[in-house]
């Protein structure tokens, strides 16, 4: 119940194309969705969040999107670049239990 | 130097070695957590101290002994390591505990032999 499970592993795309990666979570107290990007070399760093009151959230390039009945989301990356190349993590926490419980991660390649 | 620090980069013991992992943080930020970071895996919190006293503690063998002297800094002591804990520890460390953004250092990846 505590898990999140995120897919794809791994995922090549063309430069412009719209890699879309998805976590599903099966805690109905989780209320705070973040994604992180990690970088070779670096840790992992805050790209976007969502609250379940909300079905999607955009922040540049990077969307959110949330299906609270299915309990899952996805993170959806518009006009991607070679340099989102990255390993991305999605994560859900809730109130009675701050600790961040982690997908196992997509490697994301864009082709120039 | 800004951000999160960790040091060193990379760490290579034998099993019957004794060495320390340092984290330092330049935020002046309140919680400070250590995670493991294995291939292919969920990142795994291992230790999270806030104000200096440790609040959680994930079942982490006792081969891991964490350190926090201070909310700048946390230490991540290792002995008696076997092969299967190489990986990167990334140290992280936020405002307070809580659903507050983490940030994050670069991580020391330790092999152990």
Not at chain 1, 1 to 23: A, D, E, H, T
Not at chain 1, 93 to 110: D, E, H, V
Not at chain 2, 7 to 35: D, I
Not at chain 2, 49 to 73: D, G, I, Q, T
């Amino acid at each position: 119940q505590q898990q999140v499970k995120q897919s794809p592993q791994s995922l090549i795309v063309q430069k412009g194309g719209i890699p879309i990666i998805n976590c599903a979570y099966e805690n109905t107290a989780f209320d705070y969705f973040p994604w992180y990007q990690q970088f070779p070399g670096k840790g992992p760093a805050l790209l976007i969040a969502i609250r379940p009151d909300v079905s999607e959230k955009k922040e540049g390039r990077f969307t959110i999107s949330f299906n609270k009945s299915a309990k899952q989301f996805s993170l959806h990356i518009m006009d991607s670049q070679p340099g989102d190349s990255a390993t991305y993590f999605c994560a859900a926490s809730g109130r009675s239990n701050y600790q961040l419980i982690w997908g196992a991660g997509t490697k994301l390649i864009i082709k120039p | 130097e800004t951000g999160v620090t960790q040091t060193p980069r990379h760490l290579v013991m034998g099993m019957t070695n004794k060495k320390s992992l340092k984290c330092e943080q330049h935020l002046g930020h309140n919680a400070m957590y250590w995670y493991k970071q294995s291939a292919k895996k969920p990142l795994e919190l291992m230790f999270v101290y806030s104000l200096e006293e440790r609040v959680e503690n994930n079942s982490v063998p006792s081969r891991f002994s964490p350190e926090c002297p201070n909310s700048s800094h946390l230490f991540l002591h290792l002995h008696t390591l076997q092969p299967e804990d190489s990986a990167l520890y990334l140290c992280a460390s936020s405002p307070q505990q809580g659903r507050n953004e983490q940030f994050f250092g670069p991580g020391t990846r330790l092999t152990v032999l």
